[in-house]
């Protein structure tokens, strides 16, 4: 069965980044900031995503999580941005990826980003992880 592909009511209430084919949402957890992401991350699209982790990363945030459970299409300048998303949240604070299926976990996983991102087939798995007092290396992440 295919997941719900809807967007959950609980992000009516937040605030949104709409632009042409991509949607996301920002999401606090705790310390921890979600970006959750809705459409196709391509080369017309990479910038609203640029933007919306330089707004998270701004809020100094102990964690960073993006979330494309909802992403029908991940390119390479998709995954550059993620990369660089990493980078720029630092190695003091925690990154994770949550992706699972042939549209975002597939790429991923083809040009060995897996072993640089901590990748996660779901978003409770990743929140876990994340809210545990001490991280370790690799272990506890997703093999979808």
Do not use: C
């Amino acid at each position: 069965m295919a997941p719900n592909k809807r967007k959950p009511s609980s992000v009516a209430d937040t605030a949104d980044l709409t632009g042409d084919g991509l949607t996301i949402a920002t999401v606090g957890h705790g310390d921890i900031s979600v970006l959750t992401v809705w459409g196709s991350i391509d080369l017309l699209t990479v910038s609203q995503l640029t933007t919306a982790v330089e707004d998270a990363v701004s809020a100094q945030p102990a964690g960073l999580i993006i979330d494309l459970t909802y992403t029908d299409f991940l390119s390479s300048v998709g995954m550059s941005a993620l990369v660089r998303a990493q980078e720029a949240i630092g190695t003091e604070r925690r990154f994770a990826v949550v992706a699972d299926g042939p549209s975002t976990s597939r790429p991923i996983k083809l040009v060995g980003l897996d072993r640089t991102l901590a990748l996660y087939a779901t978003m409770d798995a990743a929140l876990a992880e994340m809210t545990a007092t001490a991280l370790p290396e690799h272990e506890g992440r997703a093999t979808a």
